[in-house]
């Protein structure tokens, strides 16, 4: 599973650093606000920090007819299923904390590729400490999300 996600991950990197630079500044600095704006929420999601209103305002960030997606696990959900989806997995970590280590853009989205670090109780109650590596990718319409794809 590991390696696919490393496959991924690579074939994404080689398509975007075809298309790196394309598109105007101020949409390119317009989206890494936005996606910044979705991490640091989504952060606190994971973890004890989490709330409901919390959950409201990431997916505010998106326009009406916006999809989250997970498409390593072929999951795709509309707003009402990913906000239900995140209020069910409220508090289950501890500390979290999501690292936007560099963003690549095209002419229609963007990429933001992170790291998240945070611990979860295993089986016994003792905190499991997981480091993930990954990338987001973010369409935008109008200054909104339109899809948000989760790698």
Do not use: W
């Not at 599973?1 to 317009?30: H, K, N, P, W």
């Not at 390593?72 to 501890?94: C, N, P, Q, Y």
């Not at 933001?112 to 979860?120: I, K, M, N, Q, S």
């Amino acid at each position: 599973m590991a390696r696919s996600y490393s496959v991924v991950f690579t074939i994404l990197l080689i398509i975007l650093s075809a298309t790196t630079g394309v598109g105007c500044i101020d949409g390119q600095e317009q989206g890494n606000g936005i996606a910044r704006k979705f991490f640091e929420l989504r952060e606190q999601t994971l973890d004890q920090r989490g709330t409901p209103a919390q959950v409201a305002q990431i997916l505010a960030l998106s326009n009406d007819t916006g999809r989250y997606e997970h498409p390593a696990f072929s999951i795709v959900m509309t707003l009402d299923e990913a906000r239900r989806g995140m209020i069910a997995h409220l508090k289950e970590g501890h500390d979290a904390k999501i690292t936007i280590r560099r963003f690549f853009h095209s002419s229609n989205f963007t990429v933001a590729e992170t790291t998240l670090h945070y611990f979860v109780p295993d089986d016994s109650g003792q905190l499991k400490e997981i480091n993930r590596n990954g990338a987001a990718i973010f369409e935008f319409r109008a200054g909104r999300i339109t899809r948000v794809a989760e790698y």
